[in-house]
């Protein structure tokens, strides 16, 4: 099974600050990569797939880059509403597997 | 705009069955694109993908390594609907489960599904 480890498991940022969570993978996954954003109660909501493709609706301050074993989710601009958990999870041919969460918290 | 409604008991006990339903609008569970999945999710866990049931001419279910031996998950065309059994319960699947689908990218040669409409999440607890 391939795993995906995200790094840091906590991060502290301020409103307006530019933030980068990294998640890796065991082994290649080409671009099958995608980014979640989870609130306390609710379910996680998707932001990015194939790595970089930001899904409809989501604010242009997210972005997802890499290829292969590391990529990066990057918020420009930190917002008061992205004060979350974020996920990546990888998609592999008839499974899934996640990451085990980045909690941004506020500084 | 999708949407999944779901349903079940809140609380089962150990070695009985759990079964959840998710109610779908906006979709069809027979698709020929999307994929009709359930996860969960605990904090010893993390989430956990549990399996998946899809229509391509006809009906594939895929699950987990983990639960394989206990779980079924089953399409119900005529209330556009899918449901998840999981036999043999232990307090170890205590647990938010979620429905999701996962729509299709597809680009030449190259296929990839994501995740990306969720059901609000069942919390399910297994005691006695």
Redesign the interface.
């Known amino acids: 099974d391939i795993q995906m480890t995200q790094s840091p498991s906590t991060l502290s940022a301020s409103v307006g600050d530019r933030v980068t969570i990294t998640c890796r993978a065991s082994q290649s996954i ?1 671009s ?1 990569l ?1 980014w979640y954003q989870q609130k306390p109660g ?5 932001l990015i ?2 790595a970089s ?1 930001l ?1 409809s609706g989501v604010p242009s301050r997210f972005s997802g880059s890499g290829s292969g074993t590391e990529f990066t989710l990057t918020i420009s601009s930190l917002q008061p509403d992205d004060f979350a958990t974020y ?1 990546c ?1 990888h ?1 592999n041919s ?5 990451g ?2 980045t909690k941004l918290e506020i500084e | 705009q999708v949407q999944l409604q779901q349903s079940g008991p809140g609380l089962v006990k150990p070695s009985q069955t759990l079964s959840l339903t998710c109610a779908i609008s906006g979709d069809s569970v027979s698709s020929n694109s999307g994929t009709w999945n359930w996860i969960r999710q605990s904090p010893s866990r993390g989430l956990e993908w549990l399996g998946r049931t899809y229509y391509r001419s006809t009906w594939y279910s895929d699950y987990a390594v983990s639960v394989k031996s206990r779980i079924t998950i089953n399409p119900d065309t005529s209330k556009n609907q899918f449901s998840m059994q999981l036999n043999s319960v232990t307090p170890e699947d205590t647990a938010v489960y979620y429905c999701a689908r996962a729509s299709l990218w597809f680009g030449g040669p190259d296929y990839y599904y994501y995740i990306d409409v969720w059901g609000k999440g069942t919390t399910v607890t297994v005691s006695s």
């Open positions: 080409s099958w995608a609710k379910a996680p909501k998707l797939y194939k493709s899904q996920y999870q998609y008839n499974s899934y597997s996640f085990q969460g």
